[in-house]
């Protein structure tokens, strides 16, 4: 195959995999009933003076199933991990022991369950939205490119079946992280 047509289909490629990682990453971002450290991953804290992420400043830990447990380096950062952590609107409460913060993670209500499968549906359709999107431009590129016109028929059809293996990756995804949700 022409070399110019192979660079399209690697482009397009990549840019497939960049929306499938980044649909990764939202997922992971949608709390689905167990505590994880992850839930915390946004949360910015005060550090003398400049915004730190809070696993810079502390240990995140899950000893069970609905509890994060946040134990700071430095125990004069108690207070200010806890602001962040209410400031960051995240839907926690969190409690200071003196020594660690605590936050119970409340079980999730079936009305809640039900956004959130939105809220990842709505992470997956943007994510084929990119797919498609780079399946049009790589198509674009095709046509242009100064190549016999059944190279660039074969060309179309090898990104289409990309096309097709990555909408398929970026809906088992959603599938799983649906039943990680809806299960209590």
Not at 114 to 136: F, I, Y
Request: aromatic letters at 4%; proline letters at 4%; charged letters at 30%.
């Amino acid at each position: 195959m022409n070399e110019e047509i192979e660079f399209i289909i690697d482009s397009a490629k990549e840019q497939m995999q960049n929306a499938i990682e980044h649909l990764i990453k939202e997922l992971r971002n949608i709390r689905a009933g167990k505590a994880t450290p992850a839930m915390l991953a946004g949360v910015q804290v005060d550090y003398y003076g400049s915004s730190t992420p809070l696993s810079q400043v502390a240990n995140v830990n899950t000893p069970d199933a609905r509890t994060i447990t946040v134990q700071p380096w430095e125990k004069n950062m108690l207070q200010e991990i806890e602001k962040a952590i209410m400031v960051a609107n995240i839907g926690f409460n969190p409690m200071n022991n003196g020594d660690n913060i605590i936050i119970n993670v409340p079980p999730l209500t079936e009305e809640r369950r039900v956004g959130l499968c939105k809220q990842a549906k709505a992470e997956s359709e943007h994510a084929k939205v990119g797919v498609r999107n780079a399946r049009k431009e790589a198509n674009n590129e095709i046509k242009k490119a100064d190549v016999s016109d059944d190279m660039k028929k074969n060309a179309e059809t090898e990104v289409q079946s990309l096309t097709d293996s990555f909408v398929k990756k970026t809906d088992e995804l959603f599938t799983v992280k649906e039943s990680e949700i809806m299960t209590i």
